[in-house]
């Protein structure tokens, strides 16, 4: 099998690895977010498994615990957890990102408990106290993964840790630097699944993975075709290639993001420091997220080009044509977020398509048209 397709069969049965390794005595830790530091997890010989949902299935029994108008994607991790499909989960840590995750934590401790849940309070300001703040957090939490693993945290595996997760996110922008070249070598599917796929497996088996599958496209004969839009992507939780796919369908290429399931996930490195505590403490407390509070600049024009200045840089560097906002339906964080990020765009004379959506596959009809009609704008 190849490397890409064993990247796309592990993407199709999620959790199916993270099962194996906990059945043959690791532990496995599920969390949610950017915000939880994969490295600390790794750095006790555990697995850091992150917690996803299903767009296919429906929602059937966690709307008895939570409000429907609640994010419908914490809703269906939360139905999986219910439905036994994360009983492999020995660990269970929740940040503090939005108000739906925190209320979601207690519920969950409460009706589908683990022998270790963690909430991870995560500051929504940046500023003097921020990092001091967090690290006593992360202080928190490593006494607390001691007291139940029954050992000490080892700084040098810490710091191998840091080393390794680095690696991975080195390999993983240089497989979305083939989609700098037009046409992309890589579809923005094909990088989606194989993004998705390393967050429940060891970092070392998806990087031999990913280096594999680099290879392999650039093994691809080149195919020359007709020139199309060159999408950015935009929003929170899209875990799923299915809409990326329909983009792609509909006659453009999607070539960069700013996801919770893309580039947030891994984009920038952990600083290497003489106590890896230090770099990880800024590396994700500085994790790109509408959820933070920025302090704002003095005129309109410096505030939104301090806030959003990484991704007009993407922009200009993946040179695209179009932004699409995808964004979760009832995610505060993203609607308050999204008028700003569109005046922003649209400075650099960017169009901009906003979709809020269930996160199902069954609206992708509904939303087949309005891509559309925004391409043929654009082209």
Same mark, same amino acid.
């Not at 290639?241 to 952990?270: H, N, P």
């Not at 699409?324 to 169009?351: N, S, W």
């Given at each position: 099998?190849?490397?890409? =397709? ?31 530091? #994969? ?154 699944? =194989? ?79 003489? #106590? ?6 800024? +590396? ?31 922009? +200009? ?40 959506? #269930? ?13 559309? =009609? ?6």
């Amino acid at each position: 099998m190849t490397a890409g =397709a064993k990247l796309k069969e592990i993407y199709q049965t999620r959790g199916l690895r993270a099962q194996a390794l906990h059945d043959a005595g690791t532990k496995v830790i599920g969390y949610f977010c950017c915000f939880v530091p #994969d490295e600390i997890i790794a750095a006790f010989d555990m697995l850091p498994y992150r917690i996803q949902g299903s767009q296919s299935e429906p929602i059937d029994q966690a709307d008895a615990h939570i409000e429907t108008m609640a994010c419908p994607f914490a809703r269906s991790c939360f139905n999986l957890a219910l439905n036994g499909k994360y009983d492999f989960l020995d660990g269970f840590v929740v940040p503090h990102t939005c108000d739906t995750l925190e209320q979601l934590y207690v519920i969950w401790e409460h009706t589908t408990p683990s022998s270790l849940n963690h909430f991870l309070n995560v500051p929504h300001m940046r500023g003097a106290g921020s990092e001091l703040f967090y690290r006593q957090e992360l202080n928190a939490f490593i006494a607390r993964l001691e007291a139940w693993s029954g050992k000490k945290l080892d700084t040098g595996k810490l710091r191998e840790a840091v080393k390794l997760y680095n690696t991975r996110r080195a390999v993983l922008r240089e497989l979305y630097d083939l989609r700098k070249s037009n046409p992309p070598l890589v579809s923005g599917a094909e990088v989606t699944e =194989a993004v998705v796929a390393g967050m429940g497996i060891p970092a070392a088996e998806h990087i031999d993975l990913l280096r594999g599958f680099i290879a392999e496209i650039k093994a691809r004969p080149v195919i020359k075709k007709v020139q199309q839009p060159r999408i950015f992507l935009w929003g929170n939780e899209l875990d799923d290639a299915a809409f990326i796919r329909l983009v792609e369908e509909s006659g453009a290429d999607v070539v960069m993001d700013d996801l919770c399931s893309g580039t947030r996930f891994f984009w920038d490195d952990v600083p290497e420091t003489e #106590d890896p505590l230090d770099g990880i403490v800024t +590396r994700y407390i500085n994790t790109h997220c509408p959820r933070t509070n920025i302090p704002q600049e003095a005129t309109r024009e410096a505030d939104l080009e301090n806030r959003f200045g990484y991704i007009g840089r993407f922009v +200009r560097e993946w040179k695209a044509d179009g932004v699409i906002f995808y964004i979760v339906r009832y995610c505060d964080t993203c609607e308050l977020e999204g008028p700003d990020l569109r005046e922003y765009l649209q400075a650099m004379k960017l169009p901009v398509l906003m979709i809020e959506d #269930d996160y199902s596959t069954s609206t992708i009809g509904q939303l087949r048209t309005r891509v559309q =009609a925004f391409l043929e704008m654009i082209a």
